[in-house]
């Protein structure tokens, strides 16, 4: 930018030698705020909403020019003369003359310059009679601008304006004291991130029983076999459920695994004119909580703590025992149920590892290989006593019981129902394949191969 004089004086300091640019848009005080901002200014000015040119200056003011009003000169000589084009070549002292152009109230972009001699400074008033004809130099009475008139003619559309800074809202004492608090917090953070940290052993030969071994244990961290004991207190709490509460009558209830035990609850329906709110508040279980789901059905809720065994610590069967054993045992249930379905074995999913050249090692020998079956089960409420003693291997997705009207109660039939989903895990094992497996009779091996490993529905 341009070198910059300010002449003090009583009542304003004059600054001459501003940047000015001429604006397209004579309406855009925010694009001449933006245009200074860019060229790196530190004071603009403008003749308000209607300005055709924008001033700029990057300022460096002492403490003194600091507290005085600053008024651009060459924006004073717009104002003196808003019509036709005029010049001003001004003595401002030796050495010192001042040339500013202005036409039809804007400053002519590439004047208020200030020049050693008169010399330079009438070439470029020589450019500017070329590019103006009828431009008219102010140089006599009555037409004659002098230091003590521009002081006297700046107005508040001459001052010029500081770009909007960041200014501390607080004294600097206090922002000593605030900063010094951030490095107290900060320091203790700051060493523990350049501190050198504790010797690291280099890591030792790519260990494949150890990564699998890891990787098994990440798939079945979040695996919860409920067992005899979850699955006993789970048919227990719903078994214990009341059936009517002050005019509430039960319609289903059902328990879902969460983390450290069951998620249970109980939607009742009021049936009759002197079922309340009130009164099912007043009876329901103190340690169920109730909500009110619509203004005649509520959901009692409650949980059950259980232990989470690890699935390593389960003593689980192979596929080939529970085919055997369970399946038989199940059978010999079976007709006490309306549903009891169990799907092929799936192994349990894992990332597999990789060593440093991004390739998954063989399995080691000797890693147990988890799997799991799909379990669907259903019938009467009381027949789910029959079903606890094998289910050492389940992890239930939903245990529930419903209350539906039997046109004739025997032994799959009843008002009180209970369905069991979930997963009966195994520890899997080599399985000949079915047309390798010899059966005594061939009856027996074609039923076999076509009932595969599933336990009929009914």
């Avoid at 020019?65 to 924006?75: D, H, N, T, V």
């Amino acid at each position: 930018m341009n070198d910059v004089l300010i002449l003090p004086g009583s009542s304003v300091s004059l600054v001459f030698g501003l940047d000015w640019l001429p604006l397209i848009n004579a309406g855009a005080r925010k694009l001449a705020q933006r245009i200074a901002r860019q060229r790196g200014a530190t004071h603009w000015v403008c003749s308000g909403e209607a300005a055709a040119a924008v001033g700029m200056a990057r300022l460096k003011l002492t403490r003194a020019q600091r507290r005085q009003r600053l008024g651009s000169a060459a924006q004073v000589v717009a104002q003196l003369r808003a019509t036709g084009t005029v010049a001003l070549l001004l003595e401002l002292g030796p050495a010192r003359y001042w040339l500013v152009a202005v036409h039809e109230g804007a400053v002519v972009a590439r004047t208020d310059k200030l020049f050693a001699s008169r010399l330079h400074a009438a070439d470029v008033l020589t450019e500017l009679e070329q590019a103006y004809p009828q431009l008219q130099v102010l140089d006599g009475a009555p037409d004659a601008i002098d230091l003590p008139v521009l002081e006297a003619a700046s107005t508040a559309e001459a001052r010029l304006l500081p770009l909007d800074r960041w200014r501390p809202l607080l004294p600097r004492p206090v922002q000593w004291f605030v900063l010094s608090m951030v490095l107290v917090g900060l320091l203790p953070r700051l060493w523990r991130v350049v501190a050198p940290g504790p010797r690291v052993q280099a890591a030792g030969p790519f260990d494949p029983y150890r990564a699998w071994s890891d990787a098994l244990a990440q798939a079945s961290r979040n695996v919860v076999v409920h067992g005899v004991q979850g699955t006993r207190a789970a048919l227990d709490s719903l078994q214990d459920a009341p059936v009517q509460i002050a005019g509430w009558f039960l319609t289903q209830a059902m328990c879902m695994p969460q983390a450290g035990g069951w998620r249970c609850q109980a939607r009742y329906d009021r049936r009759g004119a002197q079922a309340s709110n009130d009164g099912l508040l007043a009876l329901a279980p103190a340690a169920w909580a109730v909500e009110f789901i619509s203004i005649d059905q509520a959901l009692l809720v409650w949980s059950i703590a259980l232990a989470n065994v690890p699935l390593a610590q389960h003593a689980l069967k192979s596929s080939a025992h529970n085919e055997r054993h369970l399946f038989s045992a199940l059978q010999s249930i079976q007709p006490a149920f309306t549903q009891m379905q169990l799907g092929k074995p799936q192994a349990l999913k894992l990332v597999a590892p990789r060593d440093a050249a991004g390739r998954t090692p063989p399995k080691p020998a000797g890693l147990p290989a988890y799997s799991l079956r799909p379990v669907q089960i259903a019938g009467p409420l009381r027949s789910g006593s029959l079903l606890l003693s094998h289910t050492e291997a389940m992890a239930w997705k939903k245990i529930a019981v419903s209350i539906r009207d039997a046109p004739q109660l025997g032994l799959r039939s009843s008002r009180l129902n209970v369905s069991f989903q979930g997963d009966l895990y195994e520890v899997e094992s080599l399985r000949p394949l079915a047309q390798e497996r010899a059966f005594p009779d061939q009856a027996v091996d074609d039923a076999v191969r076509g009932v595969g490993l599933r336990v009929d529905s009914y």
